[in-house]
């Protein structure tokens, strides 16, 4: 009989393990008690029930790799991309148009990108990297306009943050 495999090398936790293993307690059903943990610890109250504790060092590893990806996730569940210009862009779903995702740019100005799918998980982390990623989402994104009630033309949307975080849909 042949001689039995070598042994395996010991394993090295790389960054993107860290990120693996943490993808799902950033799932959405989760998400809640993730931010609740990671507030919780900054402000020295403790854990969260349920919430495996990540350390400074892995939120470090997690959000470097984000960043590779070209996207932030606060740590209150909002989502920003780097355009290539270096700025960023806020995403958000258009929560009745499916694969609609809303974009504003630091201006104000509100952009969509229709994916053509029928859902799209923007807490998932290698979502995010494969759609905003490599960059080409924004020869894709296409600035909202709406008809001016003066002059009846149609104008470049505009939007402070906080309406754009409350809004529900522009698409319908």
Not at 38 to 65: H, K, M, Y
Not at 147 to 155: F, Q
């Amino acid at each position: 009989p042949p001689p039995p495999p070598p042994p395996l090398p010991p394993t090295q936790r790389t960054r993107r393990d860290v990120l693996m293993s943490y993808a799902g307690a950033l799932g959405a059903g989760t998400i809640g008690s993730v931010a609740g943990y990671l507030i919780g610890s900054s402000s020295g109250q403790g854990d969260a029930p349920g919430v495996t504790p990540i350390s400074a060092g892995e939120r470090r590893d997690i959000d470097s790799l984000r960043a590779e990806a070209q996207f932030r996730r606060e740590y209150d569940g909002h989502v920003w991309v780097r355009a290539r210009s270096g700025d960023w862009w806020e995403a958000r779903l258009d929560a009745q148009v499916p694969g609609t995702v809303l974009l504003r740019n630091p201006e104000g100005y509100v952009y969509f990108l229709n994916l053509n799918i029928q859902q799209i998980d923007l807490t998932d982390d290698y979502v995010m990297a494969a759609v905003f990623g490599d960059g080409s989402w924004e020869a894709n994104v296409q600035r909202v306009q709406a008809k001016d009630d003066a002059s009846g033309e149609p104008v470049d949307l505009q939007m402070p943050m906080d309406a754009f975080r409350d809004l529900i849909s522009l698409m319908s």
